[in-house]
C-alpha cells in the first residue's frame, strides 16, 4: 500500500547537536510539507516542496534546512540554531491540486536534552 | 488569504451524545474544505472534504459535515460519539480553482469522550 513514512518515531538529541527526520513517500506526490506542532499551537509550516529541487520557507522556517534531491524524500535537518527543538513533527505529502488534501506520515517526536 | 477558526479549544460530550464542532473559515471564493482527525502521537488522518456539490458532505467512522457558505462555516457532526472518537479534530482551507496552494490549517479542538 502507498503512505508516507517518518522515522525514527522517538528521537533523542543534546542540545546544540543537528539532527536530521526522515520523510518519505510512495503515493507519487509532488508536494511535501514539514510541520511542526506544540500543545496548544496546532500545525505550524516550517518548510514545504512542490517540486524536486525546489523549496520554501514556511512559517517558522528559521533554524531548520531541507532538502529535496529525490521526488520520494523530504528530509528535515533541525539545526543547533532552532531555540527550542523538543517538538512533535509531522510530514505530509500532496498532489499539485489542494482538493486532494494531504496525506500524513505518523510523526516524529523529537527531544532534545 | 485564507484562514480557518475553530473556536472550541476542548469539548467534552457524553458517550453516545451528538456531537458538533464549530469551523468557520475566510476566503473570498470557493474553498476546499477539510476536517481531520489526530489521535495521541500520530499523524492526521482525512475525514471528509468538501469542494463542490451536495453542502451536506459524508466522512469515515460515522462523521458528516455541512457546508454554509452564508455562514462560512463547514461544522462537523456526528449524531452518537463513542469513547473511540476521543481526538484532536482540525478544519483545514485550500484555495480551489489554483494550483500549487497550501492548505491552512485550523488550531484545533480536543475532543474527551466521558463514560
Known amino acids: 500500500d502507498g503512505g508516507i513514512t517518518q522515522s525514527p518515531k522517538y528521537l533523542f538529541r543534546k542540545e546544540g547537536q543537528n539532527v536530521t527526520l526522515s520523510c518519505e513517500q510512495n503515493l507519487n506526490h509532488d508536494a511535501m510539507y514539514w510541520y511542526r506542532q506544540d500543545p496548544g499551537q496546532g500545525l505550524r509550516l516550517i518548510y514545504y516542496?512542490?517540486?524536486?529541487?525546489?523549496?520554501q520557507k514556511g512559517d517558522i522556517a528559521e533554524g531548520y534546512s531541507v532538502s529535496r534531491e529525490k521526488k520520494e524524500s523530504f528530509p528535515l535537518t533541525v539545526t543547533s540554531a532552532q531555540k527550542n527543538p523538543t517538538a512533535f513533527y509531522l510530514c505530509?505529502?500532496?498532489?499539485?491540486?489542494?482538493?486532494?488534501?494531504?496525506?500524513f506520515g505518523s510523526g516524529t517526536r523529537l527531544t532534545v536534552v | 488569504a485564507q484562514s480557518v477558526t475553530q473556536p472550541d479549544i476542548h469539548i467534552t460530550v457524553s458517550e453516545g451524545a451528538s456531537l458538533e464542532l464549530r469551523c468557520n473559515y475566510s476566503?473570498?471564493?470557493?474553498?476546499?474544505l477539510f476536517w481531520y482527525v489526530q489521535s495521541p502521537g500520530q499523524g492526521l488522518q482525512l475525514l471528509l472534504k468538501?469542494?463542490?456539490?451536495?453542502?451536506l458532505v459524508q466522512g469515515i467512522k460515522g462523521f458528516e459535515a455541512e457546508f454554509k457558505r452564508s455562514q462560512s462555516s463547514f461544522n462537523l457532526r456526528k449524531p452518537s460519539v463513542h469513547w473511540s472518537d476521543a481526538a484532536e479534530y482540525f478544519c483545514?482551507?485550500?484555495?480551489?480553482?489554483?494550483?500549487?496552494?497550501?492548505?491552512?490549517f485550523g488550531t484545533g479542538t480536543r475532543l474527551t469522550i466521558i463514560p
Open positions: 483545514a482551507v485550500g484555495a480551489a480553482g489554483f494550483g500549487n496552494e497550501k492548505l491552512t
Open positions: 476566503y473570498g471564493a470557493t474553498p476546499y
Open positions: 505530509a505529502s500532496s498532489k499539485v491540486q489542494v482538493d486532494y488534501g494531504y496525506t
Open positions: 516542496s512542490q517540486i524536486v529541487n525546489d523549496f
Open positions: 468538501y469542494f463542490s456539490g451536495d453542502t
